[in-house]
């Protein structure tokens, strides 16, 4: 089977919810006869379908919007289904984990809007540093956030409605066995589509008999052809999935794909009145789609709900309301900056940890700041006129000229992303540049020159990686 769009199962089931003076109007039978599996069981049942949650860590998790927000001039059932599920958010209240069991989510109200106002894009899984325009929700009891190992990952959601009319099945998962599908399988779909095998694997087996996995054939013809394939007994169920085909790169799907077909990843597996719902994602190195594979009488058929584009390296954002917030911390720890505007910026990691750092400049490069941003935002250091920060791995320095044979030094450590010991150096010189006076300070306190030495050498042994900043601003 093809894949089909679930999107026009949704303009039916809408033709159905409307009534008109108190009667509510069917498809006509000329619809009715050309809908099969889900499509038409949609019309005559309108339990809302699994949905997919795009799991970071507890506090944030949320079934991303796949399609723009604004209404389409022209009627588009994507969009249909995206305001549906908009409108029902508040009954999906199941979520699958990973151990099989349910957790009690709840929805806890959409997100559209950066911090600073603006739109959030759509059609993208980003970082967890970047929000999404979405649906939120929360658990009911966080203590079953314990069973998901590893943020990053799609989870199914579900309604009580739906859950009181299918039956969960039980999945497991062989992608990591590399088990091959069975040479009968593979015969016979060498047979039905004229086709040699070039590779095939099962992924998944689910309760009841069922194995699921994928084929890809040889190229023939300058045509290249993949196939989910559900095998149930004697049974064999496939959905073609067609590649293009380059003389020069070979077969290939997605981007970077390598020439291999990349199966489809299966969340959950359910079985209901009318047959077997298989939710799924596929995943490749740029983008992850996801989507119910239903098999209603003897029909397999793939509909797609959702295409993302993979954020690889996302920046981190920076937003107007923090740069505001960090500019009256600088106020208030010299009032001559509140004549100076930071309007510059650049994340760095001082210590190496999972927690950047963040580094100012005004517009002119001659005032500056770096904060450290895990919980409150503290102030490492300020630059002015000549006294510029030197970055070193687990350190940071800012010296330079106090006047006429005068030399002063601020050299700040940092551990786990705060800040540590704070070495002041101040140095007079005679005009022949011989020392005059010289005077040690860590953390406030006097020390002798040897210790202030062995202070400063460790601190500065390793040069940080970072020699000149690439500034953003917030028009780039």
């Not at 994928?214 to 993949?226: D, R, T």
């Amino acid at each position: 089977m093809k894949i089909k769009n679930i999107f026009l199962a949704i303009a039916a089931t809408a033709i159905v919810g409307a009534c008109h003076n108190g009667q509510q109007p069917t498809a006509d039978n000329d619809t009715i006869d050309t809908l099969t599996g889900l499509e038409e069981e949609m019309i005559v049942d309108t339990t809302p379908m699994p949905m997919f949650l795009y799991y970071h860590n507890p506090d944030n998790m949320q079934v991303v919007f796949w399609i723009s927000l604004a209404k389409p001039d022209e009627p588009d059932a994507n969009w249909d289904l995206q305001q549906r599920t908009r409108r029902i958010a508040s009954q999906y209240t199941k979520l699958l984990l990973p151990n099989g069991k349910f957790a009690n989510v709840k929805f806890i109200g959409e997100q559209t809007k950066d911090p600073d106002g603006g739109d959030l894009e759509v059609f993208a899984l980003h970082h967890d540093y970047a929000p999404s325009a979405g649906l939120n929700y929360a658990f009911e009891n966080k203590k079953d956030a314990k069973a998901i190992k590893n943020g990053y990952t799609m989870l199914v959601l579900v309604t009580d409605e739906y859950l009181e009319s299918h039956k969960t099945l039980a999945v497991k998962d062989l992608s990591s066995r590399q088990k091959t599908m069975p040479k009968t399988v593979v015969k016979k779909l060498e047979e039905q589509y004229g086709m040699k095998a070039l590779r095939s694997t099962v992924t998944s087996e689910f309760e009841g008999g069922y194995s699921f996995g994928s084929v890809q054939f040889k190229p023939k013809g300058g045509k290249v052809l993949a196939l989910d394939v559900l095998a149930f007994g004697d049974s064999v169920y496939s959905i073609e999935k067609w590649g293009h085909y380059d003389n020069a790169e070979g077969p290939t799907w997605n981007v970077d794909d390598g020439g291999e077909y990349l199966p489809c990843h299966i969340l959950a597996a359910f079985e209901g009145p009318n047959g077997i719902d298989i939710c799924y994602i596929h995943g490749a190195p740029e983008s992850t789609v996801t989507g119910w594979m239903t098999l209603r009488n003897g029909q397999f058929e793939d509909f797609e709900v959702g295409q993302f584009y993979n954020w690889i390296d996302e920046p981190m954002p920076f937003w107007k309301k923090d740069m505001a917030k960090l500019q009256k911390i600088l106020e208030k720890h010299d009032p001559m900056f509140k004549n100076i505007k930071m309007t510059k910026w650049t994340y760095v990691w001082i210590d190496n940890d999972d927690v950047r750092e963040i580094w100012l400049h005004s517009d002119n490069d001659e005032y500056g700041a770096i904060f450290g941003l895990k919980g409150e935002p503290q102030l490492l250091c300020t630059e002015y006129g000549n006294h510029k920060a030197i970055l070193y791995q687990g350190a940071v320095s800012v010296c330079g000229s106090c006047g006429s044979g005068c030399f002063s030094m601020e050299l700040t450590t940092l551990k786990d992303s705060r800040k540590g010991d704070r070495l002041e150096l101040l140095r007079n010189t005679a005009p022949d540049n011989s020392i005059s006076s010289e005077e040690y300070r860590l953390n406030g306190k006097i020390i002798d020159k040897s210790e202030g030495e062995k202070f400063i050498q460790q601190a500065t042994k390793q040069e940080h990686y970072m020699k000149s900043p690439n500034w953003n601003t917030f028009d780039n």
